[in-house]
């Protein structure tokens, strides 16, 4: 499953900025997950926790943040997200969730109706932030 693969990549990262500080230097992490990214939040949740409790990371804390899709029409420059997308469905939201390339069938501009549009953001997974203790800096 991938969630294990970009939990351990949170790790990692997150080790990388400590850059031979103390583990306990670490107060939080802060993970952005794309609304189009295909990812089983809870499973990635659990695998974070998980893998979270084997580093010496236990007193920080960790946060899941959802990023809103944002889009942005190539034909008339109209920015919208998911939530103005007219006529998408659940079941059109649950197949555009497992192949996020998908929403090209889906999703057309609200303005002009252009199938022909870009993610400027909401997919993928990333550090937000990672907070370190004042007193480590």
């Known amino acids: 499953m991938h969630e294990w693969a ?15 500080r103390d583990p306990s230097c670490l107060k939080s992490v802060s993970v952005l997950i794309g609304e189009l990214q295909a990812i089983d939040r809870g499973i990635f949740d ?35 997200g998911l939530e103005q997308s007219p006529g998408l469905t659940s079941a059109n939201r649950e197949a555009i969730h497992f192949l996020p390339e998908a929403a090209h069938a889906f999703i057309r501009c609200p303005s002009c109706g252009s199938p022909d549009y870009q993610v400027v953001r909401g997919r993928g ?3 937000e932030n990672i907070g370190i203790l004042q007193s480590c800096l």
């Open 6 to 20: 970009l939990a351990e990549a949170v790790i990692a990262a997150t080790s990388s900025v400590l850059a031979g």
């Open 46 to 80: 659990f695998a974070l926790s998980s893998l979270w409790e084997e580093k010496p990371f236990r007193s920080a804390s960790f946060t899941l943040r959802t990023e809103p899709a944002e889009l942005s029409c190539r034909a008339c420059g109209c920015g919208w």
């Open 125 to 127: 997974v990333s550090i």
